[in-house]
């Protein structure tokens, strides 16, 4: 997983509780215990506090927000000149999905036309939680396959899983490899966190590393060996200021990954390359 956290954060949740207040609030149920608002703008922590809320609810009382789920996302994932799901997506600019770092997940809009966006998961499901269909910290855009196929209807919740906004993976689980031979490579992907794990379950994500992303770690192997560090200062010394600004260019270059943290969501399998990158003593 990697963390969402662009730097604009607070304004993109203003405009989104904004623009779709006023889209629910006509048969919004007089009896919720929280305002239009609050849900739209709940942050993680929250979203459990009213979805464990909802719990309680009779089927008779929860059936009141299926319209928010039905017509009022279904309305939100449509291409149209009013916000909708591509204006979220395009503000967050998350590049590469944060469930897997596999698939890239860029927003394409060119002048009126919509062209591309990722798919728009729920953290918390919307057919269990209609209440949360258009919370702003329940839709993470991420990968077709990491949300339809790996995903599907599992239940999310923060108490047994990583969520986007607040928790960081990089921190929390880390590539290895075990070389026996450079065409026997094996990955491990190493957490001591159950949350983490769980998502690292989910996602089958140490199984698809290893099935489809070996060659990559050999790439990384034989690069080490093409690039001592004597040779990374000479380009440097050489470079600097014309083809690098710094040495993290010159290993992007080399790793063909994003290194710094901020940045990883810009390319897929950047998590990876940087993981291994540093067993390898790259950086």
Same mark, same amino acid.
């Given at each position: 997983?990697?963390?969402?956290?662009?730097?604009?954060? $607070?304004?993109?949740?203003?405009?989104?509780?904004?623009?779709?207040?006023?889209?629910?609030?006509? %048969? =919004?149920?007089?009896?919720?215990?929280?305002?239009?608002?609050?849900?739209?703008?709940?942050?993680?922590?929250?979203?459990? &506090?009213?979805?464990?809320? =909802?719990?309680?609810?009779?089927? @008779?009382?929860?059936?009141?927000?299926?319209?928010?789920?039905?017509?009022?996302?279904?309305?939100?994932?449509?291409?149209?000149? &009013?916000? %909708?799901?591509?204006?979220?997506?395009?503000?967050?600019?998350?590049?590469?999905?944060?469930?897997?770092?596999? %698939?890239?997940?860029?927003?394409?809009?060119? @002048?009126? &036309?919509?062209?591309?966006?990722?798919?728009?998961?729920?953290?918390?499901?919307?057919?269990?939680?209609?209440?949360?269909?258009?919370?702003?910290?329940?839709?993470?855009?991420?990968?077709?396959?990491?949300?339809?196929?790996?995903?599907?209807?599992?239940? =999310?919740?923060?108490?047994? =899983?990583?969520?986007?906004?607040?928790?960081?993976?990089?921190?929390?689980?880390?590539?290895?490899?075990?070389?026996?031979?450079?065409?026997?490579?094996?990955? &491990?992907?190493?957490?001591?966190?159950?949350?983490?794990?769980? $998502?690292?379950?989910?996602?089958? $994500?140490?199984? +698809?590393?290893?099935? @489809?992303?070996?060659?990559?770690?050999?790439?990384?192997?034989?690069?080490?060996?093409?690039?001592?560090?004597?040779? +990374?200062?000479?380009?440097?010394?050489?470079?600097?200021?014309?083809?690098?600004?710094?040495?993290?260019? +010159?290993?992007?270059?080399?790793?063909?990954?994003?290194?710094?943290?901020?940045?990883?969501?810009?390319?897929?399998?950047?998590?990876?390359?940087?993981? +291994?990158?540093?067993?390898?003593?790259?950086?």
């Amino acid at each position: 997983m990697i963390q969402i956290r662009p730097t604009n954060l $607070l304004a993109i949740l203003k405009q989104h509780s904004d623009q779709l207040k006023k889209k629910i609030e006509a %048969n =919004f149920p007089k009896t919720c215990k929280y305002s239009i608002q609050k849900l739209l703008e709940a942050n993680p922590q929250q979203l459990d &506090e009213i979805a464990q809320w =909802f719990d309680t609810l009779s089927s @008779g009382e929860q059936v009141k927000y299926k319209y928010i789920s039905e017509s009022g996302y279904t309305n939100f994932a449509k291409k149209k000149k &009013e916000y %909708n799901a591509y204006d979220l997506a395009k503000k967050l600019n998350i590049k590469s999905c944060p469930y897997c770092n596999r %698939n890239y997940t860029f927003t394409v809009v060119a @002048g009126d &036309e919509e062209i591309l966006r990722p798919d728009i998961d729920h953290y918390y499901d919307k057919d269990t939680y209609p209440i949360l269909a258009l919370s702003f910290y329940n839709l993470i855009p991420s990968c077709i396959e990491c949300n339809r196929t790996l995903k599907g209807t599992t239940h =999310f919740n923060v108490k047994e =899983f990583l969520h986007p906004y607040q928790d960081d993976f990089n921190t929390q689980a880390k590539f290895s490899h075990t070389l026996k031979s450079l065409d026997k490579i094996e990955i &491990e992907l190493k957490t001591n966190d159950k949350r983490t794990q769980n $998502l690292i379950d989910t996602f089958k $994500l140490e199984k +698809i590393y290893n099935d @489809g992303y070996k060659d990559i770690v050999q790439e990384l192997i034989q690069k080490r060996e093409i690039y001592p560090d004597s040779y +990374i200062d000479d380009l440097l010394q050489k470079y600097e200021g014309v083809l690098f600004n710094n040495r993290e260019d +010159i290993l992007r270059l080399i790793t063909c990954g994003y290194i710094n943290d901020k940045d990883m969501h810009k390319r897929p399998l950047s998590k990876l390359i940087k993981d +291994i990158s540093e067993e390898l003593e790259f950086l």
